[in-house]
């Protein structure tokens, strides 16, 4: 099991920036699909951005052009960094990931991922 720690949520003003980050408890490997989540309360989480091992991302359509999901040190740790912050995009987000070939070759918003982190709250008032 990957232990995965969110932080850099908080509040800020609608067109304000954020940038999360997910550390990962493994450093070593090679294959695998890191993701962001949002949700909010009463709601199912809905996949916001993934990024596969090769480099390759894909995102949400609420998030296309304004967030980018990103590596600078690769493999750790992950980043989401949210520009052009709208009162929609108030939620709590959840980092997750899929180590291994399983979760390489199926990587997509909607895949059933078996590591999470706890989440942090990002608050966008207008």
């Known amino acids: 099991q990957v232990h995965l720690a969110e932080s850099g949520g908080g509040a800020v003003q609608a067109g304000g920036s954020l940038r999360l980050s997910c550390a990962a408890s493994?450093?070593?490997?090679?294959?695998?699909?890191m993701a962001w989540f949002g949700q909010v309360p009463g709601k199912e989480r809905e996949g916001v951005a993934i990024l596969k091992s090769d480099g390759t991302s894909s995102y949400a359509d609420s998030g296309k052009g304004r967030f980018t999901i990103f590596q600078d040190n690769a493999p750790n740790p992950t980043y989401l960094q949210m520009n052009d912050l709208q009162p929609d995009d108030t939620a709590l987000y959840y980092c997750?990931?899929?180590?291994?070939?399983?979760?390489?070759?199926?990587?997509?918003?909607?895949?059933?991922?078996?590591?999470w982190g706890q989440g942090t709250q990002v608050t966008v008032s207008s």
């Open positions: 997750a990931a899929g180590i291994g070939w399983k979760y390489y070759r199926n990587c997509r918003l909607t895949t059933d991922f078996p590591d």
């Open positions: 493994v450093y070593s490997y090679s294959d695998y699909c």
